[in-house]
């Protein structure tokens, strides 16, 4: 047996029978795991760590939880090829056979710190690197796309938008041409190589520029519109799929949220940090690369939405103080609440966009998990955000992981590892939501991004206080 097979092995192993540091195996845990010859991608420093952390946690169900979720994506989601002499990667969401730009992002972003001890897993992220580019080129306004691109979306018969052949949904959402900018930087920074970021990596950058500056809609006017023939209200726009109106300031207008549901008001504020932070990144590349006027482009637009968030969307709000709205309109109307996926108010430090220790933030995160927030929600099998996507008595595990993930304290941080692991349905994996008092009620039987983000807020617990996972 090869060392990659052993290891690999090695890690099935323990999450089947998990032996702990003392010797003692438990056997309550089963494999269920998918078997290494069904695996889509094996990585041998993904499996090093698997191994590194299960023999050295004392909690044993978060141990087998780790080895089941961190690699879900590598296992189960990922297409990758040579096309032309370039590395290729689609990567689906789990049970959606189709590859959103942001979804995909956050997907492989885990396994970045490991690529130089790995240059297949460095070639697999070029070529997520690869693919995004092309599908920004096909249509920066669309979410998610086909691998194929002749398929036809199911969508294609009821949706009222400039659709094509290879888009599985064509929703504007700001967050999905953050994203791929977010892989390319991370990437880059991590491994020091410009190779993915050549000539057609440069025009989607001109393309997102393009973009963002068409979606400030400084004359009332925009290129996209979107509308859909159903009964879910969050998945149409209003006022002839355009959204209700905004008063120009600089800020950029999103459709759609993280979650895909359509905005209340366009201005989404979490989105437009993101955006701010996307500039920077992308200008910092484009440098490197010496395109430097672009990469001026992208630094002025930058603070120009970063100065349109501070004038306009911070809030004095009874019992928290200054906070950042999570929607507003220009006009002086506001939505205060916060929704579930990334980006999200909570979510902001994960991102880049606030220092954690940013007054308006703590104020901000206060609100996020108190009563004056719509969507926040305990039960006793513990406390999240909920979202109109599944509705209020559905708890999304992904804002446990980012609260703990952009937490400081120790006690929260234990909290949301208990939470996690209380609310598994005993699948030994996390999924989009859970029932506030039947966990074992879940959507999603396969997230792959709940997954791996899950292992990699466990693997920073294990770098930052071990202890917190005896």
């Not at 195996?25 to 078997?35: D, K, L, T």
Request: charged share 20%; with cysteine; net charge neutral.
């Amino acid at each position: 047996m090869n060392r990659k097979d052993f290891i690999a092995q090695s890690s099935l192993a323990l999450a089947g029978l998990v032996v702990s540091k003392y010797g003692m195996a438990q056997s309550e845990f089963p494999v269920v795991r998918i078997p290494l010859s069904q695996r889509k991608f094996t990585s041998e420093a993904v499996e090093n760590l698997i191994v590194q952390v299960q023999k050295n946690i004392g909690n044993r169900k978060l141990a087998w939880m780790f080895g089941n979720c961190f690699p879900n994506t590598l296992d189960t989601t990922v297409d990758f090829e040579m096309i032309d002499g370039r590395p290729d990667t689609y990567v689906i969401t789990g049970d959606i056979d189709a590859m959103w730009l942001r979804d995909s992002t956050a997907q492989i972003t885990p396994y970045i710190a490991l690529a130089n001890k790995d240059k297949k897993l460095q070639l697999l992220i070029q070529g997520v690197i690869n693919r995004q580019v092309y599908c920004i080129l096909k249509d920066p306004y669309a979410n998610a796309f086909y691998k194929n691109d002749n398929k036809v979306s199911p969508w294609k018969d009821r949706d009222k938008t400039e659709m094509k052949p290879g888009i599985h949904e064509r929703k504007w959402e700001i967050d999905s041409i953050c994203y791929p900018i977010r892989l390319s930087y991370l990437y880059w920074k991590q491994t020091g190589d410009l190779t993915p970021f050549d000539s057609q990596w440069v025009a989607a950058m001109q393309l997102i520029l393009k973009t963002f500056k068409e979606q400030q809609r400084w004359d009332g006017k925009t290129p996209y519109t979107f509308q859909r023939v159903t009964s879910w209200a969050t998945d149409g726009v209003t006022m002839g799929g355009k959204g209700y109106p905004v008063k120009p300031n600089g800020l950029i207008c999103s459709s759609f949220r993280p979650s895909d549901d359509a905005t209340v008001f366009s201005y989404l504020i979490p989105s437009n940090f993101f955006a701010v932070v996307a500039c920077k990144q992308a200008a910092e590349i484009l440098k490197a690369l010496h395109q430097n006027d672009l990469a001026n482009n992208f630094v002025q637009l930058g603070d120009q939405v970063h100065k349109a968030i501070m004038d306009n969307a911070i809030l004095d709000v009874p019992r928290f103080g200054k906070i950042y709205a999570y929607e507003i309109n220009g006009y002086g109307s506001y939505n205060l609440m916060d929704d579930t996926n990334v980006p999200s108010l909570l979510s902001l430090p994960y991102i880049g966009a606030v220092d954690p220790n940013d007054p308006i933030y703590l104020n901000t995160r206060k609100f996020v998990f108190s009563d004056a927030n719509p969507f926040y929600t305990t039960s006793k099998w513990g406390e999240a955000i909920t979202s109109p996507h599944c509705g209020l008595d559905m708890l999304w595990q992904l804002s446990i992981i980012v609260r703990g993930l952009t937490s400081a304290s120790h006690d929260e941080i234990k909290m949301c590892l208990k939470q996690l692991q209380d609310t598994d349905a005993n699948t030994g994996f996390i999924h989009e939501t859970f029932h506030r008092d039947i966990p074992e009620k879940f959507t999603r039987k396969w997230f792959a991004w709940a997954n791996t983000i899950f292992g990699e807020f466990v693997w920073k617990v294990y770098r930052d206080e071990k202890s917190l996972l005896d």
